[in-house]
């Protein structure tokens, strides 16, 4: 299934600033999780008319396949949209989706086929899927690059553009130029349509829907809106369409692009539009509904949160289904067990919010197969899930939903789990290296071996319950039939359906005999039977939309459980559909090596193997994204400019910034180099930042506000330097991050000489030397969050940060750090969050660290305390309260509660580690008494909302103090609840 | 009386700028006049247009009709066929007789004409800058090279009973490709769409755009 195809690209370094060497927190608190690229390709290039084609395969034959699909694709394209482009388009290919997922360009996640970038015209694309699905996603993607060339005229056209069309236009004409639709977008149409729940336009031209769909209106009813034009304006029209909203600016420029168009309103359009589908898809209104013939067992949602069951499982007894749903309280997919008698959601088997796995594997497109499987003892559950590079195997008890055993794979895109009898072995198929197969791997050993090893596409293995036959579905041109083989012998092929469309879920009655399986000869995907001993084949069903998974229940011949698509979701149902003999065939014999029919694409190329150039160096560099301009207004009236442009090459992998700001009159440069291309990354930072604070001593010397403005106790602090920071990912979790840095600071009032005839000469804690550091951290993060902030997992980071003894002069230092946070989700998004942090620098020039306020230390001013050696503890229990609220202001929320406490204890260079308040209750004309105590805290309640995005926290504090840190438990309370506010993330 | 006169004249002067007289824009749909209403065409026949000095790598004739066959049809309630002919001479666009006996009596309508196309591959000297660079970067290339394109067809309607014409129309349109591997194919149905608009503007009276002001007491 496609997904987004084309944006800007995002991926962000954490390049290392020299901010980290005074101890300062990130404003941002999470450290982010780890895109790992496990192996450094070695690119080769290949040129064509109109491609150059980056890939690494050894194979040439892949290579064969990616210039045969693409310049079919330019072909079509084209001549469809009479237009050419100006220059070679980058075709990026991997060969496996994992190897895809290591891109630097594109935001690659599961389910994404090919990406299409609007700046350089690139297209990404992998291999794992079926030829006649490359050419498809070939042809979108190219459509794609045709669409950038054609609204902005060049690569890096994009740079310079306000806005563009809304989404259906781009991805709606892509799906369109591939000429076909595939049996699931039909499929999705289809429902809507019959289902009356046709998409609308909006005001700004947008599809918009008021129930769930499966997958972005965009792309299926894209594709039948150019359909619609064509039918009603002709061939011509999609082409002066795409120059009118080349013409348009925005979509609601001047005038509506469907008026200049088409005469019509969007209101006016969409309504000929519904007529045009419902016309097309009236011969299915008097179909039947599943719950004419079955009933339906879930889930149900709302009633409850479980949506969608993407594949199931029955028992061996036939008692219970174990199904794939999507969790929409957790936001997470989970197995559940459901009552196969009434539905009933009887138990979780999935742990929520694990860390064993990234997410569990599953398939919308059933002819791929179940994506679980319960073992024929009834004792386990297999599924595959994400976890590190690839997927591996989780056996699961369906009783505790504990982890009985867990198996790598070193395969791609694993799934159609099928048991064999014995229980011992699972089927299943997956991609190796670019080609299909079907593999068994034994449970004992974990070892999985190759049955098929063709270049033929197969689906979906169910064994017979003798254990002797295997019956999957190939794909062979456009269409999926069944194949029958020994088990011992799978070069003997036996095909089942020949007629018609395509075949595909098959699975075994319980004696063997009869052969269920999901055919789309009526146009949808009906429920057949052929007994495999007279070779009758029976229609069940004669759904509107369509039926898939059948799978026998105890019972009678004809009771089966199945899933249905309707209502834009997967629900299981169970009934009796005696149907009609629709046909009998002759079952022939098996044939050895029979060949299947093989798409090809429409153009062939010789390939001259001569042309393959290995890549080297950097090659061009191009500017990948609009360099920002940024300008902010301060709290104290002054003002911020700045701006930013980044370089990188054709594959992301060596990425150049460079930016420049200034506030008042200090400038800030900085110059990034960073290496993406292995695991081992590394980026070289030269900078020179000024920036300007007020120190403390403005702060506490009350006798210098009458002598010196504000500008004048302004100080200023500048750093000189080069760094280069190293990250290691050792898992998508875990990282270790080093560096080395080369530091010059100069720090001095702003106005040192009015300063000092005020009698204050610099040394107030101002650094002034050079520094020559190496750090070390290991940073981890399991944390999920959730649209509020982080609901489950923990969070820590430790870094060490070492000034090397060069000479006398340098800065000696040595600064220890830690953060860790640990958050506990108590359900319905209540969660308790805990937190430590603390840092200690210790040697002889000491670096301060400044911290408090917001939610660190809550009965302490913003940054207000100053420390060398600290720590703090934050407790919070975090509850929900409005979900979201239509106010006059705007829509606003989620709001959130909070009770929280907070403790710290802080040490400033040789002073003891203790505070000292300023009692006005104690001190008289003549004498100021402070008050002083090892630690002190806050404890209170408030609640936090967002408005435009921006977390607004309002809280009432009231001010904890410990006279002794060694009696936990005596603590003072110091005034009364005070209310505060502050904008800022939880942490 | 003086500072009363004043006053008033202010008072008056005030309402007379705050009085509403605001003018609102609107969009509405002009129609044109029709030079042929389009219900009275039962069936249009698209024979083709004669070329003087036909193009050698590409067949510009059959692009338009090709073209024009995708336009009419969704636009016109009877049929639309390509009817192409055998040209012989340029004479034969005139000649009453050559139609009628082509139509044969059919009660339909034949959109004809002429046409000529033009490709032409230009170069063009940039300033003498870009040729005097001297330095350690590779100078940008002292030329540019475009492709141009020029369309001119006559549009002919001919009754196919009488042979008359009931309709004549030049229209040219230029186009200039800086991708030069524009084909002329794609040239040709570029140019084209900007054609059809002005001739089904004039053929059917189709409808402008146009911004109007409504003045609002």
């Known amino acids: ?987 | 009386m003086r500072r009363n006169s004043a006053l008033l004249a202010v008072i008056a002067l005030g309402l007379a700028f705050c009085s509403g007289r605001a003018p609102v824009k609107v969009s509405v749909e002009i129609p044109g006049s029709a030079a042929i209403p389009r219900d009275t065409i039962q069936t249009l026949l698209l024979a083709g247009f004669y070329q003087e000095k036909p193009a050698q790598d590409f067949d510009v004739d059959a692009a338009l009709v090709r073209y024009l066959l995708d336009e009419f049809k969704p636009k016109i309630k009877g049929t639309v066929e390509a009817a192409p002919v055998s040209w012989p001479g340029p004479q034969a666009l005139s000649d009453k007789e050559f139609w009628k006996k082509i139509g044969a009596g059919r009660k339909a309508t034949f959109l004809t004409g002429k046409a000529e196309f033009v490709q032409e591959t230009r170069k063009a000297l940039l300033d003498s800058g870009a040729r005097d660079f001297d330095g350690p970067f590779k100078p940008r290339d002292p030329w540019t090279v475009r492709k141009f394109f020029s369309l001119q067809i006559e549009v002919v309607l001919i009754d196919a009973r009488t042979g008359e014409p009931v309709f004549r129309r030049n229209f040219q349109e230029t186009l200039n490709a800086e991708n030069i591997k524009q084909t002329a194919e794609f040239a040709v149905f570029d140019l084209m769409g900007r054609i059809k608009i002005k001739l089904l503007r004039s053929l059917f009276g189709s409808e402008r755009p146009l911004d109007r002001y409504l003045l609002i007491k």
């Open chain 1, 1 to 987: 299934m496609r997904r987004p195809r084309h944006g800007l690209p995002f991926f962000i370094l954490l390049a290392a600033l020299a901010g980290f060497a005074v101890g300062q927190m990130s404003y941002y608190p999470y450290y982010g999780k780890n895109k790992i690229n496990y192996e450094r390709f070695p690119w080769k290039t290949y040129a064509t008319d109109h491609f150059t084609v980056y890939f690494y395969a050894e194979d040439t034959r892949l290579l064969q396949y990616v210039v045969d699909t693409a310049e079919s694709a330019y072909k079509s394209v084209s001549t469809e949209l009479k237009h050419q482009l100006t220059e070679p388009v980058p075709l990026i290919f991997y060969t496996t989706f994992t190897d895809f997922e290591q891109s630097n360009i594109f935001p690659v996640s599961e389910g994404v086929l090919g990406v299409s970038e609007p700046i350089l015209f690139r297209i990404g694309i992998h291999g794992d899927m079926p030829i006649n699905e490359f050419q498809d996603t070939m042809t979108h993607e190219l459509a794609h690059i045709f669409q950038f060339d054609l609204l902005w005229g060049s690569q890096g056209g994009a740079l310079t553009a306000v806005s563009q069309p809304p989404g259906w236009t781009f991805e709606g004409l892509s799906e369109y130029a591939t000429g076909r639709w595939s049996s699931w977008s039909t499929l999705i149409l289809r429902d809507t349509v019959l289902n009356d729940r046709i998409p609308e336009f909006d005001e700004s031209g947008d599809l918009v829907t008021r129930y769930p769909l499966p997958r972005d209106p965009a792309y299926d009813f894209g594709h039948a809106i150019y359909e619609f034009i064509v039918d009603r304006y002709g061939p011509n029209a999609i082409r002066d369409f795409w120059q009118i909203l080349k013409s348009s600016g925005s979509f609601l420029a001047r005038r509506d692009p469907l008026i200049r168009a088409f005469h019509q309103t969007p209101r006016e359009f969409g309504q000929e539009f519904k007529k045009y589908l419902r016309a097309r898809f009236k011969d299915f209104f008097a179909r039947e509904n599943p719950e004419d013939y079955s009933v339906p067992l879930g889930p149900e949602f709302p009633i409850n949160p479980y949506y969608f069951a993407f594949s199931q499982a029955l028992s061996p007894s036939g008692e219970m289904v174990a199904t794939i749903t999507y969790n929409a309280l957790d936001n997470e997919m989970n197995v559940v067990l459901l009552s196969s008698k009434d539905g009933r959601i009887l138990k979780t088997i999935t742990k929520r919010y694990t860390s064993d796995y990234e997410y569990i594997k599953y398939e919308i497109d059933p002819s791929l197969g179940p994506s679980l499987a319960w073992s024929p003892d009834g004792d386990r559950i297999a599924f595959f899930a994400r976890d590190g590079r690839r997927h591996s195997l989780f056996i699961v008890s369906p009783l505790t939903g504990e982890t009985m055993k867990k198996i790598a794979l070193a395969l791609d895109q694993p799934t159609g789990l099928c048991f064999l009898p014995d229980g011992r072995t699972l089927l299943f198929t997956a991609f190796e290296k670019g080609i299909h197969d079907i593999f068994a791997l034994d449970l004992e050993t974990g070892a999985a071996r190759n049955l098929t090893n063709d270049e033929a596409f197969e689906k979906a293995p169910a064994i017979s319950p003798d254990g002797k036959i295997l019956v999957y579905s190939v794909r062979a041109g456009q269409d999926d039939k069944l194949v029958l083989s020994p088990l011992t012998d799978l070069k003997t092929r036996t095909v089942l359906s020949t007629g018609p469309g395509s075949a595909v879920c098959p699975s075994f009655s319980r004696d063997g005999r009869t052969l269920f399986y999901a055919g789309d000869a009526r146009g949808t995907y009906n429920i057949y039977s052929l007994s495999l001993e007279t070779g009758e084949v029976r229609r069940h069903t004669d759904v509107r939309t369509g039926n898939f998974f059948p799978t026998a229940l105890p019972g009678g011949p004809n009771d089966i459980l199945f899933s249905s698509f309707n209502k834009g979701s997967f629900q299981l149902f169970k009934g009796q559909a005696a149907g009609a003999v629709e046909t009998t065939i002759a079952i022939p014999a098996g044939e050895r090596d029979k060949p299947l029919e093989k798409f090809k694409p429409a153009l062939t190329f010789e390939l001259h193997k001569d042309k393959i150039e290995e890549r080297k160096g950097l090659g061009k560099l191009y500017v990948t994204a609009r360099p920002p301009v940024d300008a902010i207004i301060s709290t104290d009236g002054s003002i911020y400019g700045g701006s930013a442009i980044g370089f990188s090459d054709v594959l992301a992998n060596h990425q150049f910034s460079v930016l420049a700001y200034q506030v008042r009159e200090f400038r800030s440069y900085g110059f990034t180099y960073a290496n993406l291309s292995g695991r081992l990354q590394y980026a070289i930072n030269a900078f020179q930042y000024a920036i300007y604070y007020y120190p403390d001593l403005y702060y506490y010397e009350p006798s210098l506000w009458s002598r010196a403005t504000y500008n004048d106790a302004m100080a200023v602090r500048k750093i000189t330097g080069v760094t280069l920071a190293l990250f290691y990912p050792l898992d998508r979790y875990m990282r270790l991050e080093g560096g080395l840095g080369f530091y010059s600071y100069e720090e001095d009032f702003n106005d040192p000489y009015s300063m000092s005839s005020l009698g204050y000469q610099g040394g107030y804690g101002f650094i002034n030397g050079t520094m020559l550091m190496a750090s070390l951290s290991l940073t981890g993060e399991t944390t999920r969050f959730k649209p509020y902030g982080p609901a489950t997992g923990s969070t820590f980071r430790l870094s060490v940060s070492q000034s090397l003894p060069v000479a006398q002069n340098f800065l000696s230092n040595t600064t220890l750090e830690a953060d860790a946070r640990k958050y506990f989700y108590l359900g319905s998004d209540f969660l308790f969050a805990l937190r430590f942090q603390g840092a200690l620098c210790a040697g002889r020039d000491k670096l301060l660290s400044y911290y408090g306020g917001n939610n660190q230390v809550r009965s302490a001013y913003f940054y207000s305390i100053v420390a060398t050696e600290y720590w703090f503890a934050d407790a919070e229990f975090r509850f929900p309260l409005i979900g979201l609220a239509q106010t006059l202001i705007g829509t606003i929320g989620p709001i959130r509660g909070v009770v929280f406490f907070d403790i710290t204890r802080s040490k400033y260079g040789d002073f003891p580690a203790r505070f000292y308040r300023y009692d006005p209750a104690l001190s008289t004309a003549d004498s100021t008494v402070y008050v002083s105590g090892d630690a002190f805290g806050s404890f209170g309640a408030g609640f936090e909302m967002f408005l435009f995005g921006l977390p607004l926290h309002f809280e009432w504090v009231k001010r904890l103090e410990w006279t002794s840190i060694a009696k936990p438990f005596s603590f003072s309370r110091i005034g009364s609840y005070g209310l505060k506010f502050w904008i800022g993330f939880d942490f």
